[in-house]
């Protein structure tokens, strides 16, 4: 009888022990799944992504090397400049700057801010406009200083705006300007500025 309690008791026990292992292998199991399904997320997400990017990256230095050669081509050369609103100041210097300006950048690479600046340093021009006209075309357009007198000054007779401001040296058909000016202030500061200013006006 003793023995019989013993080895069913053993059976209890080696069943135990079989249920147990088979929950921890069972656990044991769904940890590994659990823990790759992750990593296997991660990878599939990663791997597309890089590969995007590469692929921007590569279409957009082949895009921009495309944009360099096809802009840098003879097809933007300059070969034609406009000029309008230009009476007193010299069309063939306004056109000698634009093309000296664009003779390696062409057209499409133009720098007109510079342009402008320039331009706006030749005489009578007060503010110039710039505009490319494409494909080969740059088109300006100039606002004049307007002489109102002409002044004595010890360098000779200089055409002044209504700014007072010196434009540039009076030639002998501007005789018929309204009046002359002798005596003008040729220091260069605020009060000499003023001062000149109230005598044109």
Not at 14 to 29: E, L
Not at 79 to 100: F, K, N, P, W, Y
Request: charged content about 25%; overall charge positive.
């Amino acid at each position: 009888m003793a023995n019989r309690k013993l080895s069913a008791g053993s059976r209890s026990t080696r069943g135990k022990v079989k249920t147990n292992q088979s929950t921890t292998r069972r656990k044991a199991s769904t940890t590994r799944r659990t823990g790759s399904a992750p990593s296997s997320r991660v990878r599939n997400f990663i791997l597309p992504f890089l590969l995007s990017v590469c692929i921007m990256i590569c279409l957009g230095a082949l895009g921009f090397l495309g944009y360099q050669t096809v802009t840098a081509s003879d097809f933007f050369n300059v070969s034609s400049v406009e000029v309008t609103g230009a009476e007193r100041a010299s069309s063939a210097d306004l056109r000698r700057i634009v093309e000296m300006q664009t003779e390696k950048s062409g057209v499409w690479n133009a720098d007109l801010p510079l342009i402008k600046e320039r331009l706006e340093k030749v005489q009578f021009v007060r503010s110039a406009a710039v505009s490319r006209v494409l494909p080969n075309g740059i088109r300006i357009h100039v606002f004049e200083r307007v002489p109102q007198a002409v002044v004595q000054t010890t360098q000779g007779k200089m055409l002044v705006d209504a700014d007072g401001s010196i434009i540039a040296p009076a030639r002998e058909k501007e005789a018929a300007l309204p009046f002359a000016i002798t005596g003008w202030n040729e220091v260069k500061s605020e009060s000499a500025g003023k001062e000149n200013f109230e005598r044109v006006k």
